[in-house]
């Protein structure tokens, strides 16, 4: 059942391909109103463009932001609470994997900053909103790449040696450690947080790489999932009124399934929440050279359909 969704107001981000898109357009159909994030302009017109087409509620809006810099995540949160008093679902869902390492304008390794620390920010800056929405979902989008992932505590920025995939197994698997503590510091709240496996999917998520990689993803395009099949668990976990109060868990394919032990480590998950906070605070405290505009001017501008 899906009525619980009509009316609700859903923000989405990664929103211009694949899964993100996929869940928009279809929490949109269901008579959601949805609030898209994107990081570029024109892509982000362009699918809010397609949502508006199929929405049956409250037109859909545009924020602009690149999640990768922690002064733009916190000025997307701005933007969105200065239009907004309710919040029902959040759906984390932007995400990439880089080939090489890249940072940030804070200083951070970029597949953490924006697979781990954007969701973690994001979240906490909405939470009030959220609380006071209640009922309301957050869900991540995670990976079942976290089964080879380990989180490097004494080396999370990959300082001493990078792979792209280990990278990104360590964001996916830290996806899941911060939505199990999440869980456990909302209970009472009526707000709950799940995290989920999409399957391989046939989407933008390789296009930030280069070599054998994005070769080996091209070849393998054929044989993944659709958008629309992938965003399946995440439309599931944030419209299916089987859910209500269900929270910590990790589903896929719109089921529970256990994540490895190293996911179920509720010592790391704590550990990682307090890291986390610890390098939020210092970007914010030291904001680096060169950082990106703030969302607050042309970054974050909201694009509202007539």
């Not at 609380?131 to 490097?152: C, M």
């Not at 054998?212 to 054929?222: I, Q």
Request: hydrophobic share 45%.
């Amino acid at each position: 059942m899906t009525d619980w969704i009509e009316g609700k107001v859903c923000l989405v981000t990664g929103a211009t391909q694949g899964i993100g898109l996929a869940s928009a357009r279809a929490l949109a159909q269901m008579g959601a109103q949805v609030v898209l994030v994107a990081r570029d302009e024109g892509r982000g017109q362009a699918a809010l463009d397609q949502v508006r087409t199929v929405a049956t509620g409250r037109p859909p809006e545009l924020l602009l932001a690149d999640l990768s810099s922690m002064a733009q995540v916190r000025a997307l949160a701005q933007a969105f609470r200065a239009r907004h008093d309710r919040l029902h679902v959040l759906l984390n869902n932007a995400g990439a994997i880089f080939t090489e390492r890249e940072t940030t304008a804070d200083g951070f390794e970029r597949t953490f900053a924006l697979d781990h620390l954007a969701y973690f920010l994001l979240t906490d800056l909405l939470k009030e909103v959220l609380v006071a929405s209640a009922p309301a979902r957050i869900i991540n989008v995670a990976s079942d790449a976290h089964l080879g992932g380990r989180l490097r505590f004494d080396d999370l920025m990959a300082e001493k040696g990078y792979s792209g995939m280990q990278a990104y197994m360590q964001a996916k698997l830290a996806n899941i450690l911060f939505t199990r503590e999440l869980a456990r510091r909302l209970e009472g709240t009526g707000v709950t947080a799940n995290a989920l496996h999409p399957g391989g999917v046939a989407s933008g998520f390789a296009k930030e790489t280069r070599g054998w990689f994005r070769w080996m993803w091209s070849l393998a395009t054929p044989f993944l999932l659709t958008p629309e099949k992938g965003a399946r668990t995440s439309i599931f976990l944030a419209s299916d009124e089987s859910v209500a109060g269900v929270s910590g868990k990790y589903f896929a394919k719109r089921k529970p399934r256990k994540p490895s032990s190293q996911a179920r480590n509720d010592e790391d998950a704590r550990r990682l929440w307090e890291r986390s906070e610890e390098l939020i605070a210092s970007a914010a405290q030291a904001p680096a050279a060169g950082a990106s505009p703030s969302p607050g001017t042309s970054a974050a501008r909201t694009e509202r359909s007539a």
